[in-house]
């Protein structure tokens, strides 16, 4: 007889909190408004502050959402002691975090967007092309605003 196998949280169930809290829980609307809400009104030095404080407070109260980035991480970096995937797991966090940030900043805000190039006599001459390019890219932060 075969040993059951117990499979890595990739999806963690979100059952009664996810009925108790509502919106509220992590996946709510609320989580997604309130950061679009925060960049729209708090000055930009202060959006730094608003993600400080935030990412810790997801990080040691989503236990679950940890477990399963440290399972994934472990799949494509390789198995590492305790404190090392707790920095891995951070990391995404902390990632993250920001990744939604500049979302809602290039969205939501009213600020002028910054954007630098390099080669910029080249990137003019791809765009001339008639048979258009790919863009390969190790970010993606932005790839939903791309098209924009």
Known sequence: MREAVELPPQAPSIGRWKRLLGPFHFTGEFWYRFPAWGVRVLPRWAVGIFVAIFTPIFFLTLGGVRKAIASNLAVVLGP?????RQLR???????????????????????????DA???EEWRGLLDESEGFVLVTAHVGHWETGSM
Do not use: I, K
């Open 80 to 84: 590492c002691g305790f404190w090392r």
């Open 118 to 120: 390099d080669s910029v």
């Open 89 to 115: 797991v951070w990391r995404t966090f902390w990632n993250f975090a920001w990744c939604l940030t500049e979302r809602y900043e290039g969205l939501a805000a009213r600020r002028q967007v910054e954007c």
